[in-house]
């Protein structure tokens, strides 16, 4: 098994969608666990991210290795049921009728349009029984304040990988605490633009490295209602 998952690096890495769906659908097929399958996908994206900041890669290497890491996706996760859009039209009714273990309202910074880290975040909230509301990528502040009025979640976390995006999610905390929203719905943050020393400046914010510790949270605070 360990070749195929070196191999599961190796392909995403070198864009060779072929081998990737290959050893994908060889390692779902041992049993693998697809928290693992995902975290070599993470490996082989880096590596990507790696050859671009080097010059080796282009744009269009990067726009392939998004698509590719989108199909190998779809191998490991079953498709998740709008729940969402249900939301979205601000029914708290269709919410108790899903039986939902609680509301996320959850965006992308603007400015940002990487979305697959996000995406997986929804997926396994969605997996987990939890209504979510997803914004999309590039989401303004004051959109961010409309849906939380709209949809009143339970929680809201913003996501974020460039650089920028850390300042974003600051005016996004301002913006929801001037409107009233925040503290008393707490916010998640996530993605590769947050570090510990970004955190401090960010605000009154909770951070979750994965979706594994961002389902903690979130139930965590579901509890403590
Ligand atoms: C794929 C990719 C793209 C694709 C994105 C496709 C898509 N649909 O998302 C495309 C081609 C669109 C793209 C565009 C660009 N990209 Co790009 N991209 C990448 C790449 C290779 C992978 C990113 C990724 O998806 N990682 C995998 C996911 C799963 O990881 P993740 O996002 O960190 O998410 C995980 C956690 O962080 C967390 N998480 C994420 N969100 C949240 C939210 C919450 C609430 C929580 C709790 C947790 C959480 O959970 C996830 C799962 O574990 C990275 C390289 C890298 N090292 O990351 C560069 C990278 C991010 N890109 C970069 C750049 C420069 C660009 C461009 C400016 C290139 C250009 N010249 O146009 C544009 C920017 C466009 C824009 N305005 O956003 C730089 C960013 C530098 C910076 N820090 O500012 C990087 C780092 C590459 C590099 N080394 O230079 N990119």
New binding site residues.
């Given amino acids: 098994m360990d070749e195929i998952k070196a191999q599961v690096t190796w392909a995403m890495s070198e864009l060779d969608l072929d081998v990737l769906c290959l050893s994908v659908q060889a390692l779902v097929a041992k049993g693998c666990d697809s928290t693992e399958i995902?975290e070599l996908l993470?490996q082989g994206?880096?590596e990507?991210?790696?050859r671009?900041?080097q010059g080796e890669y282009f744009?269009a290497d990067?726009?392939v290795?998004?698509m590719m890491?989108k199909s190998a996706l779809s191998l490991i996760t079953p498709e998740a049921p709008p729940v969402g859009a249900a939301g979205a039209a601000g029914s708290a009714e269709v919410a108790e009728a899903a039986n939902t273990r609680g509301r996320v309202l959850?965006g992308v910074m603007a400015?940002?349009?990487?979305?697959?880290?996000?995406d997986?975040?929804v997926q396994v909230l969605r997996t987990e029984s939890f209504d979510v509301l997803d914004l999309g990528v590039d989401v303004p502040v004051e959109a961010f304040v409309q849906a939380a009025l709209n949809y009143t979640p339970d929680i809201i976390?913003?996501?974020g990988?460039?650089?920028g995006a850390a300042l974003e999610m600051k005016l996004v905390v301002e913006a929801l605490t001037e409107a009233g929203i925040h503290p008393a719905t707490p916010i998640?943050?996530?993605?590769?633009?947050v570090s510990e020393l970004i955190l401090e400046n960010i605000g009154d914010v909770n951070y979750?490295?994965?979706?594994v510790?961002?389902v903690k949270f979130c139930v965590s605070v579901m509890e403590s209602k």
């Fill in positions: 995902v993470q994206l880096l990507v991210g790696n671009f900041a744009l990067l726009i290795s998004g890491f959850i400015g940002d349009i990487h979305d697959i880290g996000k997986i975040i976390a913003l996501s990988v460039m650089g998640l943050v996530g993605g590769s633009c979750a490295k994965g979706p510790e961002a």
